[in-house]
């Protein structure tokens, strides 16, 4: 593979983020500050690992993959550990180590479509019986993670699954009939399926904002135009706001650099987004690094759409981080597994066309 076909503007997008997230992280803790650096060496170690993997050559690997992962997360409802009442980890046999399947599972759910979309492409929509059979593979890991409970994770599975279908090609008939389907059946889902929990975060979300919010908006409001220094940043510094290095950074972030710095981070995230599905549209037929651009494009518009409306208190409090800015290893190592992922398609197969290779 030569360096001359990766795609430093990808790169380049991503310095931003992790130069903000450095910073604000610091701020809040320098404990975590050194934690935060070996999860970004981390990151940065499996991303070049990832770069140099003949991923193309190993496509028949993803189901195995997923139905590993598949097990893990029932393995994690019949064995796993119980934190602030959510069973979301399993414990690594013989180490005082976790881990949490749900999170990897949507990178493997990402792979799973590619792999059956490259294998069967639309032509030009899937049908009923061809969506039926993809949405299966999208089921299946929603309930599990819903189970355990999590259900924000497993929302944001389902939407990033049916998303790429949307964009990929399905019939609307079948948009119009879920469409109305879901609507009859909200009230029923409201009743039945959500935790007493869950109820109650939608129920303070439209009454009553709960603590953590109010923090937030304090926050949020008091950054200004363009925000304040360290030392000023009252609502953080003095431990007001809860979670600020990880859920609610964002509430820090606008405290310490007001609307201006909201916009710019806001704008350097559709720049993202926009230059992913960009990228996705020039693919034409490559259909497994169509999927996986428009996947990674999808999740991070709803990470971030989901997390700063959560702050605003314009969506209930779910724990969703804000995309390679919140503090934590997993995310930002997932999130750096998938442009690794983006990269080795892209450099890879320029590398296998070159020499005359499919």
Do not use: C
């Not at 992962?69 to 550990?81: A, S």
């Not at 294998?119 to 593979?137: G, I, R």
Request: net charge positive; no cysteine.
């Amino acid at each position: 593979m030569s360096i001359k076909k990766i795609d430093f503007f990808l790169l380049f997008l991503l310095i931003p983020f992790i130069t903000i997230s450095l910073i604000l992280v610091n701020e809040i803790s320098h404990k975590l500050f050194i934690k935060e650096i070996i999860y970004i060496f981390i990151g940065i170690s499996v991303f070049i690992f990832i770069l140099f993997i003949p991923l193309r050559k190993l496509l028949w690997l993803i189901p195995i993959f997923y139905w590993i992962n598949i097990f893990l997360l029932i393995m994690v409802d019949l064995f796993g550990i119980k934190i602030l009442g959510a069973k979301r980890w399993l414990k690594i046999p013989f180490t005082h180590f976790t881990i949490q399947p749900s999170e990897f599972m949507k990178t493997t759910l990402l792979l799973m479509l590619g792999y059956l979309i490259y294998k069967n492409p639309p032509t030009p929509v899937y049908n009923f019986k061809e969506f039926l059979k993809l949405t299966l593979y999208i089921i299946i890991p929603f309930f599990l993670i819903a189970k355990e409970p999590d259900l924000g994770t497993a929302l944001i599975t389902l939407i990033v699954g049916f998303g790429v279908l949307f964009i990929i090609g399905v019939d609307k008939k079948i948009w119009i009939s879920l469409s109305i389907l879901g609507i009859i059946s909200a009230p029923l889902l409201y009743k039945y399926a959500l935790k007493d929990y869950q109820k109650k975060r939608i129920e303070e979300f439209i009454n009553k904002p709960s603590y953590h919010v109010k923090q937030s908006l304090i926050a949020i409001g008091s950054g200004g135009i363009s925000g304040k220094s360290k030392n000023e940043a009252t609502q953080t510094q003095f431990k007001f706001l809860p979670i600020a290095s990880s859920d609610f950074i964002f509430a820090y972030f606008v405290e310490r650099f007001g609307f201006i710095g909201a916009t710019t981070l806001i704008f350097l995230y559709f720049v993202l987004i926009f230059y992913l599905l960009k990228k996705a549209q020039k693919l034409k037929d490559d259909y497994f690094a169509k999927v996986m651009y428009i996947g990674v494009a999808i999740m991070i518009f709803i990470y971030v759409f989901v997390n700063i409306a959560m702050t605003m208190n314009l969506a209930p409090v779910v724990g969703v981080p804000l995309p390679l800015i919140s503090y934590g290893g997993t995310s930002f190592i997932n999130f750096m597994i998938l442009f690794g992922i983006l990269e080795n398609l892209v450099a890879r197969k320029e590398f296998l066309h070159t020499h005359g290779v499919k």
